[in-house]
């Protein structure tokens, strides 16, 4: 059984710009979640995605954006970079909204 | 708004030495998660704490729920090097179809030999 994978594992990029990260979810599962990981920090809550439906969301300003799709493998979309955007991206999938969670190992995104 | 605090955020420890990490949260959630992360790598989940009084035990590490004071405790038994990590507490809100989790900042945790 394969487990949550995400791609890239480290990029750089410049302020204003945009990128897209992505996440494949563990077989079976049809939920995934992204998190902010800001250094120091515990993580926190962008969005969900239940079967393609965006399922609740947290305190992040719509410039961040994201895809679910029908192998349930999912997108972060991010636009118009800031620095403060710097920090790891972790998704985490689950067989359900009520299920465990189980995290990717994550993208380290740095802004200059 | 949940808030998760856990204290404390730096623990120095020496080996084979005791010590407790306290989560306290806002307000009435229906689970909570003990994680641990490595620099640099993703989180692992060590414990699910599904009820008031839940108690469970992996190795040297014992999580407990008190859901009526809205405290977790994490406790280390005869800490060992190979412990030296961070650990994060979760917390999910009950009800609704947000099934968001909710972080502490974190214990540092270091075990010097």
């Known amino acids: 059984e394969t487990g949550v994978t995400q791609s890239p594992t480290h990029l750089i990029k410049t302020r204003g710009q945009q990128v897209t990260l992505r996440c494949s979810s563990q077989s079976g599962h049809n939920t995934v979640s992204w998190y902010q990981q800001a250094l120091g920090q515990g993580p926190q809550f962008i969005f969900q995605?239940?079967?393609?439906?965006?399922?609740g969301r947290g305190n992040f300003p719509p410039r961040f954006s994201g895809l679910q799709f029908p192998n349930y493998s999912s997108e972060l979309n991010v636009n118009a970079l800031e620095l403060d955007d710097s920090a790891r991206y972790l998704c985490?999938?689950?067989?359900?909204?009520?299920?465990?969670?189980?995290f990717g190992p994550g993208t380290r995104l740095t802004v200059t | 708004e949940l808030k998760v605090e856990q204290n404390p955020l730096f623990l120095s420890m020496q080996e084979g030495k005791n010590y407790t990490i306290y989560c306290n949260y806002s307000t009435t959630s229906d689970r909570l998660y003990w994680y641990r992360q490595d620099p640099g790598k993703s989180l692992e989940s060590l414990f699910v704490l599904l009820s008031n009084g839940a108690v469970k035990q992996e190795g040297r590490l014992m999580a407990s729920l008190d859901t009526k004071a809205r405290l977790s405790t994490l406790h280390i038994t005869a800490a060992v090097h190979d412990l030296s990590a961070t650990y994060f507490c979760?917390?999910?809100?009950?009800?609704?179809?947000?099934?968001?989790?909710?972080f502490g900042k974190g214990t540092l945790l270091t075990v010097n030999p």
């Open positions: 985490a999938s689950s067989q359900g909204e009520d299920y465990e969670q189980y």
């Open positions: 995605y239940y079967r393609e439906e965006e399922n």
């Open positions: 979760a917390v999910r809100l009950s009800g609704g179809s947000n099934y968001k989790l909710t």
